[in-house]
């Protein structure tokens, strides 16, 4: 990617929706002629992370609903709501615990979806340590049905977001990514992107997808996408989802910040993953594994940039108080084979010490706090 685009996205010109108001009156009227919901409707914001659409929770005294507001802005097809109420409507026909769509109202950027609740596997696991077994057991469960059950029948054409993780994704959408939104954006470092073409080459190289065969990716497979309603684990954001290797999916899961897995719950759900999903498909357990670090590995490079970017640029501070968890995880990653391999980043990551990268993720938490 460019100078000139990097310099666009950090002022905002990229990425950013026009100012539109919110079409309330329209969507009171579609929820009506709709839905089953009747009497006056209660209006209640809701917070969406790292997401630029509008969330709200529509209820009366007996049912609710969620309505998600994103004008599209132009014709292009697809747009992140063909792509949300396309992939959302393939996993829920392939058995995968999805909220339903009531309905989608393309000119008006409304989609009316069933409310879940608030309850994230986060709040549930760090709140009640004792049931995390049973719900990440349960989250493998829904990762499986999902890579598994869900490849078959998805047509790329409509994914928004590019239909395909490969190489060229990885180089400009992760790699580079972390060198200018992290490195520099946040740490002040001057490196050139040739300073690290050789290592992120490699890299891309190793996690692409080769001779693999696909699978259905979500992308952000972590416990703050994942939605418990009752005893049962529902999938949420998957507009981005696309096809790619299996190993990713599972490396968001596993090194999310938000919860910070033990390292041996780590092994040991690596571990019976990768014999369930060789059992299903019919794949070498052995070649699943030796490719994992390496996915996983752009996959915190990835997140990284986004908590920075997210912090930085779009004001969000909760996101700040994550680096150091992804920070240590990638030093980790590093010290270890197979990452050895990856000379120049390692030694980029070993010249900074910890306590400088806390307290650049304290500043970014104040800035966005007092912006």
């Known amino acids: 990617m460019c100078a000139s685009r990097h310099a666009a996205l950090e002022s905002g010109a990229f990425g950013l929706k026009k100012k539109t108001e919110f079409p309330k009156s329209r969507a009171e009227e579609l929820i009506r002629e ?10 209640q914001p809701l917070h969406g992370d ?15 609903l969620i309505l998600i507001w994103s004008p599209p802005g132009d014709e292009t097809f697809p747009n992140e709501n063909d792509s949300y109420v396309y992939i959302g409507r393939h996993l829920l026909q392939k058995g995968v615990p999805v909220p339903e769509i009531y309905g989608y109202y393309r000119p008006e950027g409304l989609t009316l979806v069933e409310d879940l609740g608030s309850v ?3 709040d549930a696991v760090v709140s009640d340590a004792e049931r995390l077994p ?10 499986l049905k999902m890579q598994v059950g869900a490849t078959e029948g998805l047509e790329p054409r409509h994914c928004f977001d590019t239909s395909v993780y490969n190489q060229q994704f990885i180089i400009e959408r992760e790699l580079e990514y972390f060198r200018w939104s992290f490195l520099v954006g946040a740490l002040g470092l001057e490196i050139d992107s040739s300073y690290v073409e050789r290592d992120f080459s490699l890299l891309a190289s190793q996690a692409g997808e080769g001779d ?39 490396a968001a899961l596993l090194l999310d910040p938000y919860v910070q897995l033990p390292e041996a719950i780590q092994q040991e759900l690596l571990k019976a993953y990768s014999r369930a999903f060789g059992t299903l498909t019919a794949g070498s357990v052995d070649e699943f594994l030796q490719k994992y670090p390496h996915i996983a590995l752009c996959r915190n490079l990835q997140v990284l940039a986004a908590f920075s970017f997210l912090t ?6 909760h996101f700040a108080r994550y680096i150091v968890p992804a920070w240590n995880r990638l030093r980790q990653q590093l010290a270890e084979p197979p990452c050895l391999e990856y000379r120049t980043l390692a030694a980029v990551v070993q010249s900074q010490n910890d306590e ?3 307290e650049v993720a304290a500043r970014l938490e104040r800035e966005a706090k007092n912006a």
């Open 34 to 43: 709709n839905t089953a919901l009747s009497g006056s409707l209660r209006w």
């Open 50 to 64: 790292g997401s630029e659409r509008t969330f709200y929770r529509v209820a009366t005294q007996k049912e609710s």
């Open 120 to 122: 994230h596997l986060q």
């Open 134 to 143: 049973a719900l990440y057991g349960q989250a493998i469960d829904v990762l």
């Open 212 to 250: 693999g065969q696909l699978f259905f990716l979500h992308r952000d497979f972590q416990s703050r996408n994942l939605m418990l309603k009752g005893d049962h684990l529902y999938l949420i954001d998957f507009q981005g989802a696309r096809l790619g290797p299996p190993q990713y999916d599972l």
């Open 312 to 317: 930085r640029i779009k004001g969000r501070s």
């Open 356 to 358: 400088t990268v806390a």
